[in-house]
Structure formats: C-alpha cells, structure tokens
C-alpha cells in the first residue's frame, strides 16, 4: 500500500478479518488501522504499523482479529520513508 490517505476494507457481516501482519519502511509517524461499526460515525484505531528500520531492533508484529459488519481503513504514516504492507484474510463465521 502506496503512502495514501487510506485504502477502504469492509467486512460484511458473518464475517470477520483477521490481520496477521502490518508495517511500514522508515518514518516515526506510524500507520493506522481504524475500524468503523456499521451504522456508527466513531472511528476506533485497532492497530498501529511496526516499522521496519535497519538502525533498530527489530518490532513485536500485532495480530488483531475485526468482526464485520463494519468498515476497516488501513493508512500509512506520513513520513513513512516507503510503503506499507499488510497481511490480512476475511473468513465466514
């Protein structure tokens, strides 16, 4: 995922996702992960990016697990000195 204002995901429900792996190359501004319930307008961050610099050890890697229905936004830090990636599976309950 390219350093974006934010690539949209939504979980129908029955379903859930399951993020195993999200992190970004450089900066100190870390992305985000930020759910939205179906028919809620609060947005809660579930997640923040590791990342992924030479200079330091390296990160614990989160996994978080969001049942749908809801509306998941995944953003890159906006200093992040290269892309995001992130790992994630929707599965039916």
């Known amino acids: ?19 195993r792996n999200f992190t970004q ?11 939205i319930p179906l028919g809620q307008t609060g947005m809660t961050t579930v997640l923040t990016a590791a990342i992924l610099d030479p200079t330091s050890p390296p990160e614990v890697i989160n996994e978080v697990v969001i049942a749908g229905p809801a509306t998941v936004i995944f953003t890159c830090g906006s200093d992040a000195t290269g892309n995001c990636f992130i790992t994630f599976r929707k599965i039916s309950q």
């Open 1 to 19: 995922m390219p350093n974006s204002p934010g690539v949209n995901k939504n979980v129908p429900d029955g379903q859930f996702m399951v993020i």
């Open 25 to 35: 190359i450089g900066g100190n501004q870390r992305g985000a992960v930020n759910v």
